[in-house]
């Protein structure tokens, strides 16, 4: 009677390198690359980023610390870090050695920025809405003519724009202000709120139609609460465009409807030194566009960011 034996295992992986050998040629079978930790990744990123905002902040930093020195320790070249702080600058600022007061000014730049933002916005979602949601025949045309009163420059309608307010009588007047302001904001509102309605689901609307909602309810109840991050950045933009405009605001005001930049430029002189309260006027008239967009970041970074991942 005949024994069975257990057969020897076999060696599967070295016939596998074996075939493997063989088929390239006599050489071992290539490892693939060894990857880079993400960990280290993320760490150099991380420390570029830092850098890169430390680069950008210390401009406003710097203009931060000379606005406390004295005008003497603000000219001195180099600059002295270490010198006394003083709220002498402040104080010239606000008129109490002066005499003369920016809180005109600075109504007349939140009341021109306020109300051609909110302008804007009245026309720009409509015409948003009627490019995207609802397109109209050759909206590719509308678009690009929107995008063709950018590429003038500001300067080359300065004298036109400034013979006919002289012809109305309307130099030196707010409101002509906020129609330019609201006039120079509105193509890049159209553009951006195009974008962000664009990403409203055609669902939402179509059920609104079917209920009977009329354009107004539909744009009122459905589209704005939807759109509201790309809403509230388009505001914010243009609400930042309005107040940092010199221009116009230079060309076309005076004493009466002087904005908060044109009176910063009061600041700068031929003779004496003026660098200290130049800063201060700088910080402070800095101050509401860095409250408004502290106070819609979310919005903001939501509205600058709808529609890039789909």
Not at 76 to 104: C, H, K, M, Q
Request: charged share 10%; proline share 6%; with cysteine.
């Amino acid at each position: 009677m005949s024994t069975l034996t257990p057969a020897a295992p076999r060696n599967t992986g070295s016939a596998r390198s074996g075939s493997a050998t063989a088929l390239n040629g006599g050489r071992p079978p290539r490892r693939g690359k060894t990857r880079m930790d993400p960990t280290r990744n993320n760490t150099a990123a991380g420390l570029a980023a830092w850098l890169l905002a430390l680069l950008f902040a210390a401009p406003v930093v710097w203009m931060i610390l000379t606005s406390f020195h004295s005008e003497t320790d603000a000219a001195t070249n180099p600059p002295s870090i270490a010198a006394n702080l003083t709220l002498d600058a402040y104080r010239e600022f606000f008129g109490e050695t002066s005499g003369v007061s920016p809180w005109p000014a600075l109504i007349n730049s939140a009341t021109a920025s306020i109300l051609s933002t909110v302008l804007v916005l009245v026309l720009a979602i409509p015409a948003a809405y009627a490019l995207s949601i609802r397109p109209v025949k050759k909206w590719t045309d509308v678009m690009f003519f929107f995008l063709s009163t950018k590429m003038m420059p500001v300067v080359a309608a300065i004298l036109p724009l400034y013979l006919f307010a002289r012809t109305v009588g309307a130099l030196d007047n707010i409101w002509f202000l906020i129609l330019m302001y609201t006039s120079m904001n509105l193509p890049i509102a159209v553009w951006m709120m195009r974008s962000f309605l664009a990403e409203v689901p055609v669902e939402m609307l179509e059920a609104a139609q079917i209920d009977g909602a009329n354009l107004l309810l539909t744009l009122r109840k459905i589209i704005a609460p939807v759109a509201m991050p790309g809403i509230a950045a388009t505001a914010l933009i243009c609400f930042i465009f309005s107040w940092n405009e010199l221009l116009l605001a230079r060309v076309l005001t005076g004493v009466v409807a002087g904005t908060a930049p044109v009176f910063l430029t009061g600041f700068v002189s031929g003779q004496g030194l003026f660098l200290a309260k130049v800063c201060a006027a700088a910080v402070v008239i800095s101050l509401p566009v860095l409250f408004a967009g502290f106070a819609a970041q979310d919005k903001l970074v939501q509205g600058l960011s709808l529609g890039a991942v789909k």
